[in-house]
């Protein structure tokens, strides 16, 4: 396999690797916003997109500039996604208690907590920046891209999928998706520390 090919291969497989959490969020998401509008679902999917676009590039560029320091930020905004992971997993968990039969509502997912969530999917990013930090500017943008373009599929997908689950076991996915968010934050201690 060529270099050129394989850069792209590297590219997707970084994409496929990061977009997990995003697809479980998107999941989470799809099973408690079913009603939620196309075009809104695309304005999500597009912000985490461009949040790992931009954690990609910041790893890089801080693995360029000052690579001693790395280990420092990677560990603060692993504690900072956890801790917001954590948060959102027990509020939806806790909601279900509130939550009362009929029909399904539109339930609001307001701009800090698309915010708090592509932050918090974004950390593992991070990383992949760091250890691409030989790639060039151009290099480094053209992989973030790709990565990006993979984390947007999967999140629409993702959507959908919790989408036809979430109208049919409302409660349920509540819970699911909390457990989800509380799953992803062990997750990244467990890839912190361990590997």
Same mark, same amino acid.
């Given at each position: 396999?060529?270099?050129?090919?394989?850069?792209? %291969?590297? #590219?997707?497989?970084?994409?496929?690797?990061?977009?997990?959490?995003?697809?479980?969020?998107?999941?989470?998401?799809?099973?408690?916003?079913?009603?939620?509008?196309?075009?809104?679902?695309?304005?999500?999917?597009?912000?985490?997109?461009?949040?790992?676009?931009? *954690?990609?590039?910041?790893?890089?560029? %801080?693995?360029?500039?000052?690579?001693?320091?790395?280990?420092?930020?990677?560990?603060?905004?692993?504690?900072?996604?956890?801790?917001?992971?954590?948060?959102?997993?027990?509020?939806?968990?806790?909601? %279900?208690?509130?939550?009362?039969?009929?029909?399904?509502?539109?339930?609001?997912?307001?701009?800090?907590?698309?915010?708090?969530?592509?932050? *918090?999917? #974004?950390?593992?990013?991070?990383? %992949?920046?760091?250890?691409?930090?030989?790639? #060039?500017?151009?290099?480094?943008?053209?992989?973030?891209?790709?990565?990006?373009?993979?984390?947007?599929?999967?999140?629409?997908?993702?959507?959908?999928?919790?989408?036809?689950?979430?109208?049919?076991?409302?409660?349920?996915?509540?819970?699911?998706?909390?457990?989800?968010?509380?799953?992803?934050?062990?997750?990244?201690?467990?890839?912190?520390?361990? #590997?």
């Amino acid at each position: 396999m060529d270099t050129k090919a394989l850069f792209y %291969v590297n #590219s997707i497989l970084f994409g496929v690797g990061l977009a997990i959490d995003a697809f479980i969020v998107a999941l989470a998401n799809g099973m408690n916003l079913p009603l939620m509008k196309k075009r809104r679902t695309v304005c999500v999917a597009v912000t985490f997109m461009l949040f790992q676009i931009i *954690a990609v590039m910041i790893g890089w560029g %801080v693995a360029s500039l000052a690579f001693g320091y790395a280990p420092w930020i990677e560990i603060f905004f692993a504690w900072g996604a956890v801790a917001v992971l954590v948060f959102l997993g027990v509020k939806m968990i806790m909601e %279900v208690r509130r939550a009362g039969g009929g029909e399904p509502k539109e339930v609001a997912l307001g701009f800090g907590a698309i915010v708090a969530q592509c932050a *918090a999917t #974004s950390v593992d990013a991070l990383t %992949v920046g760091f250890t691409i930090e030989e790639y #060039s500017v151009c290099h480094a943008l053209l992989c973030s891209g790709i990565i990006g373009a993979v984390t947007f599929i999967a999140y629409t997908v993702g959507f959908a999928v919790g989408k036809r689950f979430g109208i049919k076991f409302e409660k349920a996915a509540s819970i699911i998706g909390g457990l989800a968010f509380i799953a992803i934050a062990v997750e990244i201690i467990v890839t912190t520390y361990i #590997s």
